[in-house]
């Protein structure tokens, strides 16, 4: 049975670049064949990932249908994949969003659509990878690939300063990418003078020791990579110009999944790896964090572009998650986790939202429009849902989310004030302020947006189709969903969260093998040997 | 050792000269114009499964004592410069008739070959000449175009300025050791007086000269642009692989000590910084590949401050990468009546829309060259730069790498320009048929002509197998 989990894994990973390849065949005047091909192919990889979801065992931190295979055998690199309780919601949230994503671009993409799904497969491919690579260097491999169909994405099918915006994306991720790469190569040879084995595995790179200052410019590099990415203030800039520019479907993608890799970097890789430096550097990375939620709520507030605010929105909703995860209490880590899924699903949603009144009114000009409750009932509805879902009305995912991490983030900072420092509480108090600027924000765009004065630009115009009202009734049922019933998708990560938490807590400063880090990883050990396919774990290790 | 070995060692070089041979005398007797492109590529052909066939059997000899030997290194060496050559030679079958180009490519072959294996510096020098005579007339070739002829008299006279800094190195050394073995370099590199460090440091400027490295590279734009296309690919990627493999031939199993490191660290250093830079204003694919070779010529030197036996290792696999890709670009460039106008980025704008093959080509060219995962030149930067930092040069190692992050820009305006720009399908862009006389067939407009393809093919087939296996070449360097 594990096996053959661990081959479907192996199959969601590679669908998409099946789907690719096969792409080829449709010929180039059949666009309709064309997307319904694609969304098939990601309809039947989001069944596959159900299965492996529903399969996931809630009971241990170890990896699960994991994948081993040496790749480049000289430098201990493995081809390793497996499921964990880090990755297994983005990794169904990837394959959620991806048909949903599809369906939404049905009449919004008419220009080179074969190319236009190619694009979209192998951002699937590169995303599913990141977040189930389990060797740094597969993971750099995948994160870096991710960035040359979005390039192309943004660049063809966006808007008209879609170049300028399409090449700061690439730019701004591209340099965090550079530096991480030096330091990963770095924190791999320190490894293997410390503890003598080169291997890139995650569970082992866990282990290595580093002295204080190399943990401070390692944790340097890799959390410039993932904060640009995610992205926390003052890294941001890129995000407002691809979003913007990008297709609806790669703003979707945008928001829906790849901000994620950012915060995901942070919680396996940046700070369980430094956890010295990480608690030494966490007063400046959450000050860093609330002024993301603050700043962001902030922007949002004065947009003028309706694009803009949703994507400053995303900041807003992101530094909730750093702060969660800084906060290094279980509920807060475990909100963190809720908020990056509950924000995948809203965010993707309001733009699903905005990117089908553009393809009806050819404008993103927040004052073009108004009163749309009257003319497009239905759309409206949706509207409503989705923005109270942003402004974390309970009852839905955004509310789960954001109250975990608070809650968290007081839990923390009360006892740290009762030990004597009370920054952390006073940033706490500040966040909490972003809940309230959310709401304004959202609420002043649903105000100008629904109500008011009748103006529909380019109008009169036709209300959801069935094809919009089946994709948004999809991810409203799932934002209920999450928000009501959190526990199932909670229990899937807890352990995560336990590992995470305890793995930042313990010094690695000064042995390169504590015992309390070699206990903790001993499941995943313990696994290897069972009845998972292992291929040589040795050849590459001389 | 017997003759038989002796021979053996020496088969694909033996192979090159049959070809050579084969096609002067088809050109004494006037005849066989249309099968010097065959006879080329079997020579060269046979002469790389003879590499391959040896290095298989993990042949190594030395059938000149002192001047020129063969090992594991040096046949895969040989073996990549002659992979290498074939899509050059198909990909000539537009420009040029006869069997002017395929007898001096084989002959520039033989030099590389030489060069690969010589054990001292005369057999150094003979094949450093051999190489680069053949190419300063093939960069005259193109003589239909008024730059070809100021390209070629530049290459000629830094080339003949890099030979007499060479020589003049060499004299020096000799005058220090009473040898002309390679190894007496490793001596001059410990040697702390001023005539070894001046002899060590004249052969190095001569292969800076050659390989392109700032400030010495003013002649490589204009060289590479004046050729034309396949002679540029030549350049480009085998010359260049000549250049480097007798350059770590000649640093093998030395420590580096302080001012050589700094000679080998900070030049290329200026290399790879500016060649990124200045390879972001240029107009032609053939400038900017040539500013692009001189950032990569600077990853290449980089490469000897790692660690002895990882040296060749690095370099090797640098420079199939590197080499195929170019080739790849080079060979998916779209022919044009103009040689001048065919790869200038204007003439690529929309390629995309008129002939998307050769687009998606050259941009998996562009991106494996900038180092981007997943391709295939990502594995090969992280070997170089793994060894840099392993040395313990961490400062040069995370300059290098910042240097190269400048280089991704001008890489991607050539998939922007290609990809992002709407095709302008006017009569002055798409030009009609080539008017250079054809000797076989013809090709369509802006499309790819047989030959051409079979070059893209084979080096798509190459990258794809350098990027799903990297680890099984580097098992085999």
Redesign the interface.
């Known amino acids: 049975m594990a096996d053959t989990l661990s081959t479907v894994l192996n199959v969601v990973l590679f669908l998409p670049l099946l789907g690719m390849g096969l792409l080829v065949l449709i010929p180039s005047d059949k666009p309709q064949i064309t997307r319904r091909f694609t969304l098939l192919m990601l309809l039947v990889q989001l069944a596959l990932t159900a299965w492996l979801y529903r399969q996931f065992s809630n009971n241990t931190a170890a990896l699960q249908f994991e994948t081993r295979i040496p790749w480049i055998g000289q430098w201990g690199v493995f081809y390793h994949i497996g499921l964990d309780g880090f990755n297994v919601l983005l990794v169904l949230l990837t394959a959620f969003l991806a048909p949903l994503v599809v369906a939404g671009s049905f009449n919004a993409i008419q220009k080179d659509v074969k190319l236009f799904y190619a694009m979209v497969f192998l951002i699937q491919f590169a995303m599913m990878g990141t977040f189930v690579a389990q060797d740094l260097f597969l993971f750099y491999v995948f994160w870096e690939a991710m960035l040359i169909p979005m390039f192309l994405m943004i660049g063809i099918w966006g808007g008209e300063r879609r170049i300028y915006a399409t090449i700061k994306f690439v730019l701004y991720t591209a340099f965090g990418s550079i530096l991480m790469l030096a330091a990963m190569i770095y924190l791999v040879y320190s490894l293997q003078g410390s503890a003598g084995i080169t291997s890139f595995a995650f569970s082992d790179l866990y282990k290595a020791g580093l002295p204080l200052h190399a943990q401070e410019l390692l944790l340097g590099a890799f959390a410039l990579s993932f904060a640009i990415k995610v992205p926390v203030f003052p890294f941001h800039t890129w995000l407002p110009d691809a979003h913007v520019e990008a297709p609806t479907p790669g703003s979707v993608i945008l928001a829906g999944v790849m901000l994620k890799m950012g915060t995901y970097g942070f919680m396996k890789l940046g700070f369980p790896l430094f956890p010295d430096a990480t608690q030494l550097y966490t007063p400046l990375l959450m000050t860093l964090a609330v002024i993301s939620v603050v700043y962001g709520a902030c922007l949002a507030l004065v947009q003028t572009d309706i694009k803009k605010i949703i994507a400053y929105s995303s900041i807003s909703h992101l530094g909730y998650v750093m702060l969660g995860l800084l906060s290094l209490d279980i509920v807060g880590i475990q909100g963190a986790i809720v908020q990056m899924v509950s924000h995948g699903l809203v965010a993707a949603g309001l733009f699903l939202m905005v990117g089908m009144i553009y393809e009806r009114c050819h404008t993103r000009e927040l004052a073009a429009y108004g009163g749309l409750a009257k003319v497009l009932p239905v759309y409206s509805v949706f509207f409503m849902v989705l923005t109270l879902a942003s402004v974390g009305l309970p009852t839905t995912s955004g509310f789960t989310g954001e109250f975990l991490v608070l809650l968290g983030a007081y839990r923390a900072a009360w006892a740290q004030h009762l030990a004597g420092s009370s920054y952390a509480l006073v940033l706490a108090s500040i966040a909490v302020t972003g809940v309230v600027l959310g709401a304004l924000y959202m609420l002043r765009f649903a105000l100008g947006f629904l109500w008011g004065a009748e103006r529909v630009p380019h109008g009169p115009v036709s209300d959801l189709n069935r094809r919009e009202r089946l994709i948004l009734g999809i991810l409203v049922v799932s934002i209920f969903a999450l928000g009501l019933f959190p526990d199932s998708a909670m229990q899937k990560s807890e352990m995560a969260a336990k590992q995470y938490q305890q793995l930042v807590k313990t010094s690695r400063l000064q042995a390169a093998r504590s015992p309390a880090t070699d206990s903790l990883l001993q499941p995943a050990a313990a696994s290897r040997t069972g009845a998972l396919r292992i291929i040589s774990r040795q050849s590459g290790r001389p | 050792m017997n003759a038989s070995l002796t021979f053996m060692s020496m088969l694909p070089e033996h192979l090159l000269l049959l070809g050579i041979v084969l096609l002067l005398a088809m050109e004494i007797v006037g005849k066989g114009a249309r099968a010097a492109l065959l006879v080329a590529v079997v020579a060269v052909a046979a002469a790389a499964s003879a590499a391959f066939w040896l290095c298989m059997t993990d042949f190594s000899g030395i059938p000149f004592p002192g001047q020129f030997s063969v090992n594991h290194s040096s046949l895969v060496a040989k073996l990549i410069v002659l992979l290498l050559a074939i899509p050059v030679l198909l990909m000539s079958r537009y420009e040029f008739e006869g069997g002017e180009f395929p007898a001096l490519l084989l002959s520039s072959l033989y030099g590389v070959c030489l060069l690969i294996s010589s054990d001292s510096f005369l057999t150094m020098f003979l094949g450093l000449e051999l190489m680069s005579l053949p190419v300063y007339a093939m960069v005259l070739l193109a003589y239909r175009r008024v730059e070809s002829a100021e390209a070629a008299l530049k290459y000629l006279v830094l080339g003949g300025a890099a030979s007499a800094m060479f020589l003049m190195g060499v004299s020096l050394l000799y005058g220090m050791t009473g040898s002309t073995g390679i190894s007496a370099f490793a001596t001059g590199l410990l040697a702390t007086d001023i005539l070894s460090r001046a002899a060590v440091a004249l052969i190095l400027l001569a292969f800076f000269l050659k390989g392109a490295v700032v400030p010495f590279h003013a002649w490589a734009p204009d060289a590479y642009e004046g050729a034309s296309v396949p002679v540029t690919a030549f350049m480009a990627t085998i010359v260049k692989a000549g250049v480097m493999f007798a350059v770590v031939r000649l640093f093998a199993d030395v420590p580096l000590m302080s001012p050589v490191v700094e000679l080998v660290a900070i030049f290329p250093l200026i290399s790879i910084v500016w060649g990124n830079i200045a390879a972001m204003k240029q107009p032609s694919l053939r400038r900017m590949i040539a500013y692009s070779s001189i950032a990569h010529a600077g990853y290449m030197f980089y490469a000897l401050l790692g660690a002895g036996e990882g040296q060749m290792q690095a370099v090797t696999f640098y420079l199939l990468t590197y080499g195929v890709l170019n080739v790849l670009a080079f060979a998916a460039l779209p022919p044009d009546a103009n040689d001048a106008e065919r790869d200038r980025l204007d003439t690529l704008r929309g390629l995309?829309h008129r002939n998307p093959f050769a687009a998606i080509m050259i941009g998996i060219a562009m991106?494996s060259l900038s180092g981007?995962?997943?391709f295939p030149g990502?594995?090969a930067k992280?070997l170089i730069?793994?060894n840099v930092?392993?040395a313990g040069y961490?400062t040069y190692?995370?300059i290098g790498?910042?240097g190269?992050?400048i280089g991704?820009?001008f890489y991607?305006r050539v998939?922007?320009v290609m990809?992002?720009t709407p095709g302008v399908v006017s009569e002055q862009v798409v030009h009609s048929l080539p008017t250079v006389p054809r000797p076989f067939g013809r090709t369509t407009v802006a499309g790819l002509g047989a030959f051409a393809r079979a070059a893209v093919v084979i080096c798509l087939l190459l990258t794809a197998y350098l990027m799903v296996l990297?680890?099984r070449v580097?098992?085999g360097l």
Do not use: E, R
Request: proline share 10%.
């Open positions: 995309w991106l981007l995962p997943p990502f594995v992280f730069f793994k930092l392993a961490t190692a995370v790498l910042i190269s992050y991704i820009y991607l998939i922007q990809f992002m990297p680890g580097l098992a």
